[in-house]
C-alpha cells in the first residue's frame, strides 16, 4: 500500500470562468497530478487533439461504454455526452497519484456519490461578475457567437449549483486563484482518509511510548 491514497479533485465552473486554465496550472505546479481525460460526442475544436483533451467518439461508441460499466459519471451537456472512463481512474488512485476532472455539477454529484466519494475534492470556481464572464469566452475565441450565446445562457444552470461543492474560489486574479487552489489542495491530501499509513505510524508511537514507560 502507498502511503498516500489518490485524490479525484474536480474542477466545475460555468463555461469561462477559467477552470481549464486553472486546471493546466495546477498540473504545471506539480506535474505528479494526472488528468482525467473525459470521453465526449462533441466535434473536437481547432487545436483539440484526441486523447489528450478528449476522446471523441460517436453517440454508438459513448452509449456501450456506459452500459459496459465502463464510466465513472456521464452527463448530457450543451447538446452532446460527457463521461469519465472509470479505468483510467482507479489504477492512478490505487497507485496513489491525484486525478483532475473538469466536469459540470452532474458529474460531480455522481462521483460524491460514488465508492470514491470520500476521496474527492470538489472546486466550484465562479467568475467575478457575468459581465467578465461574457468577456473571457469572446476573448477565449474558440466558439462562434451561436455557441458563446448558448453557454451563456447555460451558465447560470451550473452556477446555481455552487453550494453543493467543498471550495469555491472566485476567479478574479489568476495568480491569486492558483495559490487558493494550491493551499487547497496541501490541505486535502493531509485528510485522514488520504493517508493509510497513518494508522501503523500511530501504532509505532503507541509501542515506543508503553516501552519507555
Ligand atoms: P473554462 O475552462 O472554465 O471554460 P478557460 O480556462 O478556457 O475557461 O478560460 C476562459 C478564458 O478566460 C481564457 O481565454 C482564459 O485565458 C481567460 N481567463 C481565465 N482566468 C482568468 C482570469 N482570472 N482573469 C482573466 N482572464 C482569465
Ligand atoms: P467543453 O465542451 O467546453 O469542453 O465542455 C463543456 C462542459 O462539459 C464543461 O462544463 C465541462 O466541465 C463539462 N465536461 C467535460 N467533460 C465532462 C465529463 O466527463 N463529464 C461531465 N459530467 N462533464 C464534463
Redesign the pocket.
Known amino acids: 500500500m502507498t502511503d498516500r491514497r489518490g485524490l479525484l479533485i474536480i474542477l466545475?465552473?460555468?463555461?469561462g470562468a477559467g477552470?481549464?486554465t486553472l486546471a493546466r496550472r495546477l498540473m504545471a505546479w506539480d506535474p505528479s497530478i494526472r488528468f482525467?481525460v473525459?470521453?465526449?460526442t462533441?466535434p473536437p475544436r481547432p487545436g483539440e487533439v484526441d486523447g489528450e483533451h478528449?476522446h471523441f467518439m460517436n453517440e454508438a461508441a459513448f452509449k456501450s461504454l456506459v452500459s459496459d460499466g465502463g464510466m465513472l459519471?456521464?452527463?448530457h451537456?450543451?447538446g452532446?455526452f460527457?463521461?469519465?472512463p472509470k479505468a483510467a481512474v482507479q489504477e492512478a488512485i490505487d497507485r496513489g497519484e491525484d486525478v483532475l476532472?473538469?466536469?459540470?455539477w452532474?458529474?460531480?454529484q455522481?462521483i460524491r456519490n460514488s465508492a470514491l466519494g470520500q476521496h474527492t475534492l470538489s472546486i466550484f470556481i465562479l467568475p467575478p461578475s457575468i459581465r467578465e464572464l461574457h468577456r473571457r469566452l469572446r476573448e477565449r475565441a474558440q466558439d462562434s457567437e451561436d455557441v458563446i450565446a448558448k453557454?451563456m445562457q447555460k451558465s447560470w444552470d451550473?452556477i446555481s449549483h455552487w453550494d453543493g461543492y467543498d471550495f469555491v474560489l472566485v476567479n478574479d486574479d489568476l495568480d491569486k486563484t492558483e495559490q487558493k487552489l494550491q493551499a487547497i489542495l496541501t490541505a486535502a491530501r493531509l485528510r485522514l482518509s488520504q493517508q493509510p499509513g497513518i494508522t501503523a505510524h500511530v501504532r509505532a508511537l503507541q509501542s515506543e511510548f508503553e516501552e519507555m514507560e
Open positions: 466545475s465552473s460555468p463555461s477552470k481549464s482525467s473525459s470521453a465526449t462533441r478528449y459519471e456521464h452527463a451537456v450543451f452532446n460527457y463521461g469519465s476532472f473538469d466536469i459540470d452532474q458529474g460531480a455522481q453557454r451550473e
